[in-house]
């Protein structure tokens, strides 16, 4: 073998190593880089389950702080304990020191072992004492600005300001500790209420899987039928194209799924058609608004007049979430006065011209039909004697609210407020007893209860 063939066996085998260590190289790199992915998303379900259960926390301590009924209140208290539990939990999941987040964690174990133990006073019929309360009140102001701090801490992550790994390797110690320090963003704006479209169902809201549908009535109707209800409820004229996708055989509420293309207008519209009556379940037209014209007040009105036109009359607005210049209006049937609120009915109203942009019938032919209740043994004022003395009443009146059992009861509804933060709360008329308080949020998104 001579000088030169040698020299190329060299080079080969030099590029063969070389190309050999940058595969390796690479696939080291590539291991990483998931393994840091990996990391980065389970740092984030942490983080985000923290501020949820946060969340969570905060609204409780601000029900028990006026619950003055000893079992409800040993409910809120024990759901109270369970997820300051649970955000310890998460809490743990983030990669700061101990001591960066040790003053978190002794808040958390301390609203934990107290709720706890209120909890276990209220279950011996204890009543809770005024020191008790005002103990329910210092920990819920901790817990408004550790919210707050972690709001503020949640956005800065998300908009990519700080990362994981500055916090894991201290190179942002200062945020880091901001963390703990539960006074510094108090003055923030908490918003966590960012939801979409229909998802937001409002109060009492969990009945809309019922297996009596007791709203949903009429006879059977065929295929063609169904083409004349989507035509009747767009109005023929405007309609272009109808396509039916499917027949819906095992949703919850058997029906014809529609799509609909609409003159002048680019994307399609999508509706359901129950087989039974021939209900519209659900309709959504996703077109883009761009601008915001009307009020929410005149939004609310084309809602209901919509709602009678479509055959659900006496229909009351009751909470709305707004988004992308439509807002979603949450509706409950009224009858003489009385609030049906599983009798819910959500419309998307775009806030450009009024066009409503969609609905959701569902919890309105899960539940609505005639009640009678004859069992009134309270009377309103004897209902307030059992309110917290400190609730300043703004509103009263009388409401049907579901419960988990799939039933349903009357009650006084009263709204008030305590300090600067307003409540519903729910007092049976036929027992006198406390049956629900709902937290009322007020905020850039809409009006929500939790």
């Known amino acids: 073998m001579n000088c030169g063939t040698k020299s190329r066996f060299l080079w080969i085998a030099i590029i063969l190593l070389c190309a050999v260590i940058g595969a390796v190289a690479y696939y080291a790199y590539q291991t990483q880089e998931r393994y840091a992915i990996t990391q980065t998303n389970k740092y984030n379900e942490s983080f985000g389950n923290l501020v949820n259960y946060m969340n969570s926390v905060e609204s409780l301590l601000a029900k028990a702080m006026i619950s003055k009924d000893a079992e409800h209140s040993a409910e809120t208290l024990t759901e109270v304990w369970r997820d300051s539990n649970l955000a310890l939990v998460y809490l743990a999941g983030i990669p700061m020191n101990t001591e960066e987040l040790s003053g978190t964690a002794k808040f958390l174990n301390q609203v934990s072992d107290y709720s706890y133990s209120l909890s276990r006073k209220n279950i011996k019929d204890e009543e809770l004492s005024d020191e008790d309360f005002n103990n329910l009140k210092t920990l819920h102001q901790y817990s408004i600005q550790l919210e707050n701090t972690l709001n503020q801490l949640s956005e800065e992550l998300y908009a990519n300001k700080i990362n994981w790994d500055e916090l894991t390797k201290n190179k942002s110690l200062e945020y880091a500790q901001a963390v703990d320090n539960v006074s510094m963003f108090s003055n923030i704006d908490a918003n966590f209420t960012q939801y979409e479209g229909l998802i937001y169902d409002g109060a009492y809201s969990d009945h809309v899987n019922k297996a009596d549908k007791v709203g949903l009535t009429g006879d059977e109707i065929s295929e063609e039928e169904a083409y004349q209800k989507v035509r009747d409820f767009f109005g023929g004229e405007r309609i272009e194209k109808i396509n039916l996708n499917q027949f819906l055989e095992n ?47 005149e939004a609310n009105e084309k809602g209901k007049t919509f709602l009678a036109e479509k055959g659900f009359p006496s229909m009351k607005e009751t909470y709305f979430t707004k988004l992308n210049q439509v807002v979603t209006v949450n509706y409950a049937y009224e009858n003489n006065g009385i609030m049906a609120y599983p009798d819910l009915i959500k419309v998307k109203i775009a806030l450009d011209n009024g066009e409503i942009l969609g609905m959701e019938t569902t919890g309105y032919l899960n539940s609505h039909t005639s009640r009678d209740f004859d069992n009134v043994n309270f009377s309103i004022e004897e209902a307030k004697e059992n309110l917290n003395e400190n609730l300043e009443i703004m509103d009263e009146g009388l409401a049907i609210i579901p419960t988990e059992w799939k039933t349903e009861l009357l009650c006084y509804e009263f709204k008030g407020k305590v300090e600067d933060r307003e409540f519903l709360v729910y007092i049976n008329v036929e027992t006198g007893e406390e049956e629900d308080i709902l937290v009322i949020l007020d905020t850039p998104g809409g009006t929500l209860t939790v």
């Open 251 to 297: 949703a919850n509420i058997p029906c014809y799924d529609f799509s609909v293309k609409l003159k002048n207008q680019q994307n399609e519209c999508n509706i359901e058609i129950a087989k039974k009556g021939g209900w519209v379940i659900e309709m959504q037209n996703n077109r883009e608004v761009s601008q915001e014209i009307i009020s929410q007040e």
